[in-house]
Protein backbone atom coordinates (compact mmCIF):
# COMPACT_ATOMS: atom_id res chain seq x y z
CA UNK A 1 0.00 0.00 0.00
CA UNK A 2 1.25 3.33 -0.96
CA UNK A 3 0.35 6.69 1.37
CA UNK A 4 -2.25 8.76 -0.51
CA UNK A 5 0.54 11.41 -1.04
CA UNK A 6 1.68 9.25 -4.09
CA UNK A 7 -1.42 9.08 -6.38
CA UNK A 8 -0.59 10.41 -9.63
CA UNK A 9 -2.53 11.58 -12.55
CA UNK A 10 -2.07 8.46 -13.98
CA UNK A 11 -3.91 6.43 -11.56
CA UNK A 12 -6.95 8.08 -11.73
CA UNK A 13 -7.20 8.50 -15.41
CA UNK A 14 -10.10 5.89 -15.84
CA UNK A 15 -11.74 6.83 -12.74
CA UNK A 16 -15.25 7.52 -13.06
CA UNK A 17 -17.06 7.28 -9.76
CA UNK A 18 -15.81 7.71 -6.58
CA UNK A 19 -17.52 5.55 -3.74
CA UNK A 20 -17.12 6.93 0.06
CA UNK A 21 -18.22 4.69 2.93
CA UNK A 22 -19.52 7.49 5.79
CA UNK A 23 -18.21 6.01 9.28
CA UNK A 24 -14.73 6.29 9.75
CA UNK A 25 -14.32 8.04 6.63
CA UNK A 26 -16.94 10.89 6.60
CA UNK A 27 -17.00 11.41 9.46
CA UNK A 28 -16.00 9.96 12.56
CA UNK A 29 -16.69 6.17 13.50
CA UNK A 30 -19.03 5.83 17.23
CA UNK A 31 -22.96 5.61 16.86
CA UNK A 32 -24.85 6.55 19.80
CA UNK A 33 -27.78 4.62 19.91
CA UNK A 34 -29.75 3.89 23.25
CA UNK A 35 -32.96 1.63 23.18
CA UNK A 36 -35.15 1.40 26.53
CA UNK A 37 -38.44 -0.44 25.94
CA UNK A 38 -39.94 0.69 22.80
CA UNK A 39 -37.99 4.27 22.66
CA UNK A 40 -35.02 4.11 20.37
CA UNK A 41 -32.63 7.05 20.34
CA UNK A 42 -30.21 7.35 17.72
CA UNK A 43 -27.73 10.63 16.82
CA UNK A 44 -27.87 11.68 13.31
CA UNK A 45 -24.37 12.69 12.31
CA UNK A 46 -23.51 15.80 10.75
CA UNK A 47 -21.25 15.84 7.39
CA UNK A 48 -18.72 18.82 7.25
CA UNK A 49 -19.73 21.94 5.34
CA UNK A 50 -16.04 21.26 3.93
CA UNK A 51 -16.82 17.94 2.16
CA UNK A 52 -20.23 18.77 0.98
CA UNK A 53 -18.35 21.49 -0.86
CA UNK A 54 -16.04 18.89 -2.22
CA UNK A 55 -18.65 16.42 -3.13
CA UNK A 56 -20.40 19.01 -4.89
CA UNK A 57 -17.26 20.17 -7.04
CA UNK A 58 -16.22 16.48 -7.68
CA UNK A 59 -20.05 16.20 -9.29
CA UNK A 60 -19.00 19.77 -11.33
CA UNK A 61 -15.61 18.21 -12.56
CA UNK A 62 -17.62 15.15 -13.81
CA UNK A 63 -17.41 12.73 -11.31
CA UNK A 64 -20.03 10.36 -9.96
CA UNK A 65 -20.43 10.03 -5.73
CA UNK A 66 -21.61 6.68 -4.58
CA UNK A 67 -21.83 6.62 -1.28
CA UNK A 68 -21.94 3.17 -0.06
CA UNK A 69 -22.59 2.41 4.02
CA UNK A 70 -23.88 -0.57 6.28
CA UNK A 71 -26.67 2.30 6.96
CA UNK A 72 -30.21 2.50 6.61
CA UNK A 73 -31.78 4.86 3.95
CA UNK A 74 -33.55 7.33 6.14
CA UNK A 75 -30.51 8.16 7.96
CA UNK A 76 -28.18 8.85 4.78
CA UNK A 77 -30.82 11.27 3.32
CA UNK A 78 -30.91 13.17 6.17
CA UNK A 79 -26.73 12.90 6.26
CA UNK A 80 -26.61 14.03 2.22
CA UNK A 81 -29.72 16.38 2.07
CA UNK A 82 -28.29 19.40 0.59
CA UNK A 83 -26.52 16.98 -1.99
CA UNK A 84 -28.93 14.08 -3.09
CA UNK A 85 -29.10 15.61 -6.44
CA UNK A 86 -25.43 14.51 -6.62
CA UNK A 87 -25.17 11.29 -5.25
CA UNK A 88 -26.56 7.86 -5.38
CA UNK A 89 -26.37 5.90 -1.90
CA UNK A 90 -25.97 2.48 -1.86
CA UNK A 91 -27.44 1.22 1.97
CA UNK A 92 -27.36 -1.69 4.23
CA UNK A 93 -24.30 -3.49 2.85
CA UNK A 94 -24.81 -3.44 -0.63
CA UNK A 95 -28.84 -4.28 0.28
CA UNK A 96 -29.99 -1.22 -2.05
CA UNK A 97 -29.23 1.89 -3.64
CA UNK A 98 -31.58 5.00 -3.81
CA UNK A 99 -30.53 7.46 -6.73
CA UNK A 100 -32.68 10.59 -7.79
CA UNK A 101 -35.90 9.00 -6.00
CA UNK A 102 -35.75 5.51 -7.19
CA UNK A 103 -35.03 2.38 -5.54
CA UNK A 104 -32.92 -0.31 -6.86
CA UNK A 105 -33.58 -3.14 -4.29
CA UNK A 106 -30.50 -6.11 -4.90
CA UNK A 107 -31.19 -8.45 -2.78
CA UNK A 108 -33.82 -9.80 -0.58
CA UNK A 109 -33.15 -11.33 2.61
CA UNK A 110 -36.55 -11.52 4.11
CA UNK A 111 -36.45 -15.82 4.31
CA UNK A 112 -33.03 -15.60 5.21
CA UNK A 113 -33.05 -13.10 8.63
CA UNK A 114 -36.66 -14.02 9.31
CA UNK A 115 -36.27 -16.39 11.75
CA UNK A 116 -33.12 -15.07 13.37
CA UNK A 117 -34.25 -11.97 13.85
CA UNK A 118 -36.30 -13.52 17.12
CA UNK A 119 -33.93 -15.15 18.76
CA UNK A 120 -31.50 -12.30 19.00
CA UNK A 121 -34.04 -10.12 20.28
CA UNK A 122 -34.43 -12.78 22.62
CA UNK A 123 -30.58 -12.21 23.82
CA UNK A 124 -30.13 -10.06 27.04
CA UNK A 125 -26.90 -8.80 27.87
CA UNK A 126 -26.07 -5.48 29.46
CA UNK A 127 -23.93 -5.34 26.71
CA UNK A 128 -26.71 -4.63 24.25
CA UNK A 129 -27.09 -0.90 23.31
CA UNK A 130 -29.86 -1.26 20.52
CA UNK A 131 -30.84 -2.31 17.33
CA UNK A 132 -30.20 0.48 14.82
CA UNK A 133 -33.36 0.51 12.72
CA UNK A 134 -32.96 -1.37 8.87
CA UNK A 135 -34.60 -2.70 6.32
CA UNK A 136 -32.33 -5.57 4.66
CA UNK A 137 -29.63 -6.23 7.50
CA UNK A 138 -29.55 -7.05 11.12
CA UNK A 139 -27.39 -4.49 13.69
CA UNK A 140 -26.85 -4.44 16.83
CA UNK A 141 -25.02 -1.81 18.61
CA UNK A 142 -22.89 -3.71 21.92
CA UNK A 143 -20.38 -2.39 23.97
CA UNK A 144 -17.71 -5.02 23.12
CA UNK A 145 -18.65 -8.51 21.55
CA UNK A 146 -21.18 -10.86 22.56
CA UNK A 147 -20.79 -14.93 22.69
CA UNK A 148 -23.96 -15.49 22.68
CA UNK A 149 -24.74 -13.25 19.74
CA UNK A 150 -22.38 -15.24 17.24
CA UNK A 151 -23.11 -18.57 18.20
CA UNK A 152 -27.19 -18.14 17.46
CA UNK A 153 -25.82 -16.64 13.98
CA UNK A 154 -23.00 -19.04 13.37
CA UNK A 155 -26.36 -22.20 13.53
CA UNK A 156 -27.42 -20.57 9.82
CA UNK A 157 -25.04 -21.71 7.61
CA UNK A 158 -26.33 -18.95 5.08
CA UNK A 159 -25.25 -15.65 7.58
CA UNK A 160 -22.60 -14.16 8.40
CA UNK A 161 -21.86 -11.68 11.13
CA UNK A 162 -19.39 -9.11 11.39
CA UNK A 163 -18.07 -7.02 14.19
CA UNK A 164 -17.10 -3.50 13.64
CA UNK A 165 -16.00 -2.22 16.75
CA UNK A 166 -19.14 -0.86 17.95
CA UNK A 167 -22.00 -2.92 16.35
CA UNK A 168 -22.67 -6.54 14.65
CA UNK A 169 -23.88 -6.27 11.05
CA UNK A 170 -26.17 -9.89 10.09
CA UNK A 171 -26.61 -10.43 6.71
CA UNK A 172 -26.96 -13.06 4.19
CA UNK A 173 -23.49 -14.97 3.46
CA UNK A 174 -21.54 -13.84 0.28
CA UNK A 175 -23.70 -11.89 -1.06
CA UNK A 176 -25.37 -9.48 0.71
CA UNK A 177 -22.21 -7.29 1.24
CA UNK A 178 -20.81 -3.92 -0.12
CA UNK A 179 -19.80 -5.82 -3.36
CA UNK A 180 -22.80 -6.75 -3.96
CA UNK A 181 -23.71 -2.85 -4.41
CA UNK A 182 -20.86 -1.90 -6.15
CA UNK A 183 -21.59 -4.62 -8.70
CA UNK A 184 -25.43 -3.31 -9.22
CA UNK A 185 -24.08 0.45 -9.09
CA UNK A 186 -21.63 -0.22 -11.40
CA UNK A 187 -24.20 -1.35 -14.02
CA UNK A 188 -26.63 1.61 -13.56
CA UNK A 189 -23.97 3.85 -14.58
CA UNK A 190 -22.07 1.43 -17.68
CA UNK A 191 -18.93 1.26 -15.48
CA UNK A 192 -16.07 -1.13 -15.29
CA UNK A 193 -13.79 -2.02 -12.22
CA UNK A 194 -11.49 0.31 -13.49
CA UNK A 195 -13.75 3.54 -13.52
CA UNK A 196 -14.00 2.59 -9.99
CA UNK A 197 -12.32 4.28 -7.05
CA UNK A 198 -13.70 3.15 -3.66
CA UNK A 199 -12.27 3.85 0.03
CA UNK A 200 -13.60 2.39 2.91
CA UNK A 201 -11.82 1.75 6.57
CA UNK A 202 -13.35 -1.24 8.22
CA UNK A 203 -14.31 -5.25 8.15
CA UNK A 204 -17.40 -4.59 6.19
CA UNK A 205 -15.79 -2.86 3.30
CA UNK A 206 -13.72 -5.84 2.57
CA UNK A 207 -15.51 -6.48 -0.37
CA UNK A 208 -16.15 -3.25 -1.63
CA UNK A 209 -12.14 -2.39 -2.01
CA UNK A 210 -11.80 -5.59 -3.74
CA UNK A 211 -14.39 -4.88 -6.33
CA UNK A 212 -12.63 -1.59 -7.15
CA UNK A 213 -10.12 -0.95 -9.17
CA UNK A 214 -8.85 1.86 -7.18
CA UNK A 215 -9.11 1.12 -3.43
CA UNK A 216 -8.22 3.60 -0.71
CA UNK A 217 -8.00 2.30 2.97
CA UNK A 218 -8.54 4.55 5.68
CA UNK A 219 -7.84 2.40 8.61
CA UNK A 220 -4.72 -0.41 7.26
CA UNK A 221 -5.05 -2.39 10.07
CA UNK A 222 -9.14 -3.39 9.26
CA UNK A 223 -9.28 -3.14 5.25
CA UNK A 224 -6.48 -3.50 2.25
CA UNK A 225 -6.17 -0.81 -0.61
CA UNK A 226 -3.63 0.10 -2.92
CA UNK A 227 -3.36 3.61 -1.28
CA UNK A 228 -3.62 4.25 2.28
CA UNK A 229 -4.71 7.58 4.73
CA UNK A 230 -2.91 7.34 8.22
CA UNK A 231 -5.88 6.91 10.29
CA UNK A 232 -5.01 9.80 12.47
CA UNK A 233 -4.02 12.06 10.14
CA UNK A 234 -5.14 15.95 10.78
CA UNK A 235 -8.70 15.73 7.77
CA UNK A 236 -10.60 13.31 7.94
CA UNK A 237 -9.91 10.63 5.39
CA UNK A 238 -12.49 11.37 2.27
CA UNK A 239 -11.41 15.27 2.88
CA UNK A 240 -8.21 13.93 2.21
CA UNK A 241 -9.39 11.92 -0.55
CA UNK A 242 -11.04 14.43 -2.00
CA UNK A 243 -8.77 17.65 -1.80
CA UNK A 244 -5.90 14.90 -3.73
CA UNK A 245 -8.12 14.65 -6.12
CA UNK A 246 -9.45 17.83 -6.68
CA UNK A 247 -5.75 18.53 -6.47
CA UNK A 248 -4.91 16.23 -9.53
CA UNK A 249 -8.22 17.43 -12.05
CA UNK A 250 -7.04 20.83 -11.48
MG1 LIG B 1 -16.80 2.66 7.87
Redesign the pocket.
Known amino acids: MKPISEMSKEDIADVKMIVL ?5 LVQ ?1 GTKIQQVGNTTTLETKVIERKEIGQIKELHQKGFLVNIS ?2 RGLYMLQEMFREILPFVSLTYENGSSTWYKGKIYQHINSFKYLQNIFPKLKKVENEKIKGFEPKEFIITIHCTEQIKEIEEIVAKDKKLYTVW ?1 GEAYDIGVKGRQTKALGLRKVMKIFKLNKENVMAM ?3 Y ?2 TELLNESGLPVS ?2 QSRAEGKFYIPLEGEFLPADSLMQKVLSLVG
Open positions: DVDGVRSGNGDNNDAD
